[in-house]
């Protein structure tokens, strides 16, 4: 089965803290691909990750890191010293090797308070 | 501007009215899909077309419908609108491949009381 689990609906923090949103998944594919997204309140989907599942190095960019562990089916994003800006809801999802659609994972909403 | 754009943005529909969502890419995009956005549950995926003159269902399919009939457009239909179809709607396109991005529409938010 392909499937994306989000397990933390609703996250809150207060800024400059650390905050790890978890994603883990489920594939039949020996060959697949993981996103992150970001949904700020304005509504429209951001782009912001792509991983295959070849590459298991971790990877910054600026506060932002991932980890992904096939061991553990896991894709876990960090951001460091968060900001009222990162309050959004974050999904992950899983590239369907089948027509390239995308599984989404049901969401985690973000809310960083000053 | 190259993207996704979706038509219209915003639209309140009476139960049992029918109405048609429009898609429309110009990167010449072969991929298409219509998902919907419900709280706490993601995106759905309703149909998808990998090309012209194809479609195929997703996850959520049923009171929908959709057709490709030109490689620009993906247009989904509600036939007869329902208020468990009140949600959002986003567009996405990609070209084939596994190292293709997707671009996403900015989203139909569509009420039907």
């Known amino acids: 089965a392909q499937k994306v689990t989000q397990a933390q609906t609703e996250i809150s923090v207060v800024e400059k803290e650390d905050v790890t949103l978890d994603c883990v998944y489920e594939?039949?594919?020996?060959?697949?691909?993981l996103f992150w997204y970001k949904q700020p309140p304005s509504g429209e989907l951001v782009f912001l990750i792509r991983?295959?599942?070849?590459?298991?190095q971790n990877e910054i960019s600026g506060r932002y890191s991932w980890n992904f562990q096939k061991s553990t089916s896991s894709f876990n994003f960090t951001i460091t010293a968060s900001q009222v800006v990162d309050s959004a809801v974050y999904f992950c999802?899983?590239?369907?090797?089948?027509?390239?659609?995308?599984?989404f994972g049901q969401g985690t909403e973000l809310s960083v308070k000053p | 501007n190259a993207g996704v754009t979706q038509t219209p943005k915003f639209r309140v529909l009476k139960t049992g009215q029918s109405m048609t969502l429009l898609c429309a890419q110009d990167?010449?995009?072969?991929?298409m899909y219509w998902y919907r956005q419900d709280p706490g549950m993601g995106l759905r995926l309703i149909h998808y077309?990998?090309?012209?003159?194809?479609?195929a269902k997703g996850e959520v399919p049923d009171g929908y419908n959709v057709s490709r009939l030109k490689k620009q457009n993906f247009l989904l239909g509600l036939e007869s609108a329902a208020p468990s179809q009140t949600s959002v709607y986003f567009c996405?396109?990609?070209?084939?491949?596994?190292?293709?991005?997707?671009?996403f529409g900015s989203g139909t938010r569509l009420t039907v009381v």
């Open positions: 996405a396109s990609k070209l084939p491949g596994n190292t293709e991005g997707y671009t």
């Open positions: 594939t039949r594919d020996t060959t697949y691909y």
């Open positions: 991983r295959n599942s070849f590459d298991e």
């Open positions: 999802a899983l590239k369907d090797n089948q027509g390239g659609k995308l599984i």
């Open positions: 990167m010449n995009h072969e991929y």
């Open positions: 077309s990998v090309g012209e003159g194809t479609t």
